[in-house]
């Protein structure tokens, strides 16, 4: 009987072990959901009913942030840029993606860590995280948070549009 092989790229959840999870999204929808049911309840049945609000939207929530987070493929992102880096604007003609790669995949999941925050806000924190995350990239901050906002910039597209409105506050 063949070894049945289970796929480490899944996205697993990781109670159920079903693919496709996505704790992060799933967690940020949860949280935006509760505190927005909870106070729309809050202010129809009081205090009861923000508590029962924060519950039921914490669930609509999770279920609304794990499809956003869906929507967030890093395979697919990593495969995006793989094929565009040398188009930017940013990039010199010799470059290589070893070296843009990394600040591309830091924009992506630093979008997911920082959801509903904004790129001028979070970009000092990423630049002190950069040496920490950049890998084998030998691009330094003055150069790798182009291709890290490019990424950002992508990601928070993709989202707003699975999110209907202005969701990432971009007058977009």
Excluded: C, F, Q
Excluded at 31 to 45: D, E, N, S
């Amino acid at each position: 009987m063949k070894e049945a092989t289970i796929r480490t790229d899944a996205n697993r959840d990781p109670i159920t072990g079903a693919p496709g999870a996505h704790p992060v999204g799933t967690g940020v929808g949860a949280i935006v959901g509760g505190a927005a049911a909870g106070a729309a309840a809050g202010t129809v049945a009081g205090p009861a009913g923000t508590v029962v609000g924060a519950a039921v939207g914490a669930v609509l929530g999770g279920l609304a942030g794990k499809g956003i987070a869906e929507s967030i493929d890093p395979t697919r992102e990593d495969a995006y840029w793989r094929g565009h880096y040398s188009n930017r604007p940013y990039v010199p003609a010799d470059a290589s993606y070893d070296d843009y790669g990394p600040a591309y995949s830091y924009g992506v999941n630093s979008y997911s860590t920082y959801a509903g925050r904004d790129w001028d806000d979070v970009e000092p924190e990423l630049s002190g995280r950069w040496n920490v995350m950049r890998g084998e990239s030998s691009l330094e901050w003055d150069r790798a948070k182009h291709a890290t906002r490019d990424a950002w910039n992508r990601v928070s597209d993709a989202v707003e549009r699975a999110v209907p409105g202005d969701s990432d506050r971009d007058g977009k």
